[in-house]
């Protein structure tokens, strides 16, 4: 269990790659996990510091990972990630950050009155959303860093679906019933 200093609660952001309700491996080696990229706004403060206070806090947690030696934040990944940089061709992910966090266990997804969501259209990529996270060290195969763990996810809002799905009703228009006999 994550301890409280590495433990978040987003403030309202908005999920992409939102993998929440069945995992998926990376590759055909690895394990099958639940993923979702966390897109926070830049002017969420609140949250941003508190990310970086967790991060903060699994890298003194994490020093045994590190050698014994707590190392200097720039020589390891780090989980929380610039959108305007790393994403500047997405609009979605623009003047945010950005955390992919994943887990092997299912999240737990509750709507704003905290009652289970058992209909998986409901959270879909571009959704608003609190996510739970934490955050911890690894160094596996001479990568080393922080790496964040899903926890839960609420859902506050809809919005607008990302990765180009659209609606069916936007798509076509209803077919006349002379054009369905062949008329």
């Known amino acids: 269990m994550a301890n ?16 929440v309700w069945k995992p998926k491996a990376a590759n ?5 996990k639940y993923s979702v990229s966390i897109i926070i706004p830049k002017s969420d403060k609140e949250t941003l510091k508190k990310i970086n206070d967790a991060i903060d806090a699994a890298i003194e947690e994490g020093i045994g990972k590190f050698g ?3 190392p200097n934040k720039a020589a ?10 790393e994403r500047e061709d997405d609009e979605a992910y623009a003047n945010s950050y950005f955390v992919n966090a994943n887990s092997v266990t299912p999240p ?7 009652q289970p969501i058992l209909e998986r ?5 571009g959704v608003y959303a609190r ?10 195969n001479g990568n080393k860093g922080i790496a964040c763990g899903l ?33």
């Open 68 to 70: 014994g030696k707590k």
């Open 121 to 125: 259209s409901e959270v879909y990529s």
């Open 76 to 85: 390891i990944k780090l989980p929380l990630r610039d959108g305007d940089v």
């Open 151 to 183: 926890g839960n996810i609420q859902k506050v809002k809809d919005g607008e679906p990302l990765g180009g799905r659209t609606n069916a009703a936007d798509d076509f228009e209803a077919v006349a019933d002379e054009e369905l006999l062949g008329g």
């Open 28 to 32: 055909e080696n690895a394990q099958p």
């Open 131 to 140: 996510v739970s996270i934490n955050f911890y060290a690894f160094n596996s």
């Open 4 to 19: 409280n200093k590495t433990k978040v609660v987003t403030g309202l952001v908005r999920l992409s790659y939102a993998n």
């Open 108 to 114: 737990q997804i509750v709507d704003a009155h905290v």
